[in-house]
């Protein structure tokens, strides 16, 4: 896993990858494992509320 991880890391700073990214209003940022899983459960809680707030119910 670690090697995926650092190779994803590289790929994540490649020249023509961070160019795409801009052109698609996005910023690619590389992270461990634990940042990620508290970047997603922070994303979670967020658009739980969101959800609920809005009345949003799945189809």
């Given amino acids: 896993m670690a090697t995926l991880h650092g190779q ?3 790929a994540l700073t490649a020249p023509e990858l ?3 990214y801009a052109e ?3 910023t690619p ?3 461990s494992q634990d940042e990620f ?3 997603v459960g922070k994303e979670l809680v967020k658009w739980k509320q969101v959800v ?3 009345n ?3 189809q």
Avoid: D, N, R, W
């Fill in 24 to 26: 698609l209003g996005a």
């Fill in 37 to 39: 899983q508290k970047f």
């Fill in 8 to 10: 994803i890391g590289k």
């Fill in 52 to 54: 609920k707030s809005a």
């Fill in 29 to 31: 940022v590389a992270g």
């Fill in 56 to 58: 949003i119910q799945a």
């Fill in 18 to 20: 961070v160019q795409k």
